[in-house]
């Protein structure tokens, strides 16, 4: 894939959204930071700007020609299409997802019914508005099965469920954040996840952890989770590259992202969300999976900011 421009005065002034309110907002400095320097070191003219009330004052006082959103999470976490939607009104063009594949993607409960009217596999599942009896949602699923947040990201207020004794505190833990509860199937096997860079897909890692599962954790903290890239072979590593971008198309993503799945013992895949703004910390994968494919780090953040150029005026697939 060659750049689609050389000169990075073509970007303008672009601003690096991080941070935010969502429960997500360390990780999204972090990965801010990382972003910020690399596209710096590019020579792009790039400044971090923290949250979407300070980004919109600078954007209508004409401050910026772009953005670059590194924002993760909801409320205020810039991935649930509330920014998207803002920007649009501005008609300032930005990296990642529209408005339509913001929303749905972070709502995991409505992206797993697109998936499954689809035909795409998913596990079972069962909403949970508050107050819903999750006993009879548990005897419905079967153990074990994961209780979660229904829009959070970074494995916030997820419990893996073995037993009836145990479902209480894991409702109880997943509540603490806004919005529905998720309740699904949980697929014991190997968790893998594909990275989507404007339409080229890049190689699958299989996340390894030390400990029971890949939580927040083993994502952000320990040294110890291996990441084995790419994590498939052969004809079972392009079956799931297919599916990773048929899941991605069908929640109206695009720009880039990254879709998490597990892989049952019977080497069935099996699709849990898809994250449109994903973490480019020193622990994130997508950055990983990049440099397996031969792209670097300030590379791949260039060619992140270059996916916003199709929502610049008079360019082809953008708004004309």
């Not at 529209?98 to 972070?106: E, I, K, N, T």
């Not at 596990?123 to 959070?152: M, Q, S, T, W």
């Not at 910390?281 to 031969?294: E, F, N, Q, R, Y």
Request: charge should be negative; glycine fraction near 12%; charged fraction near 20%.
């Amino acid at each position: 894939m060659t750049n689609k421009i050389s000169d990075p005065a073509q970007f303008g002034r672009v601003a690096v959204v991080m941070g935010g309110s969502s429960a997500e907002r360390e990780v999204s400095l972090d990965s801010g930071r990382n972003v910020l320097a690399a596209l710096q070191a590019r020579g792009v003219d790039a400044h971090g700007i923290d949250g979407i009330p300070a980004l919109l004052d600078a954007l209508r006082a004409g401050h910026f020609a772009r953005v670059f959103n590194i924002l993760h999470g909801q409320h205020g976490g810039g991935e649930d299409g509330v920014l998207q939607g803002a920007l649009e009104s501005l008609n300032v063009p930005y990296t990642g997802s529209g408005v339509l594949g913001s929303a749905l993607s972070m709502d995991k409960t409505r992206s797993k019914r697109v998936w499954q009217s689809l035909g795409l596999p998913t596990p079972k599942f069962a909403a949970l508005p508050r107050g819903a009896d999750v006993h009879a949602a548990a005897r419905e699923i079967g153990f074990p099965l994961i209780v979660k947040p229904a829009c959070e990201g970074s494995s916030v207020g997820v419990t893996r469920v073995f037993e009836a004794g145990d479902l209480d505190a894991a409702v109880a833990l997943a509540a603490r954040y806004p919005g529905d509860l998720l309740m699904e199937t949980l697929i014991e096997g190997d968790e893998l996840t594909v990275a989507v860079l404007g339409r080229e897909v890049l190689p699958s890692i299989h996340i390894v952890p030390q400990g029971a599962f890949y939580d927040y954790n083993a994502k952000y903290v320990a040294e110890d989770t291996r990441y084995l890239c790419p994590g498939l072979d052969g004809a079972d590593e392009a079956q799931l590259r297919s599916l990773a971008l048929a899941a991605f198309d069908a929640l109206g993503c695009s720009g880039w992202g990254r879709v998490d799945v597990m892989r049952d013992r019977q080497g069935r895949n099996w699709l849990l969300e898809v994250n449109t703004a994903p973490g480019m910390t020193s622990h994130s994968l997508v950055p990983k999976a990049a440099a397996v494919a031969g792209i670097a780090y300030d590379e791949l953040c260039w060619r992140v900011l270059e996916t916003s150029l199709d929502r610049d005026q008079g360019i082809p697939g953008g708004r004309a």
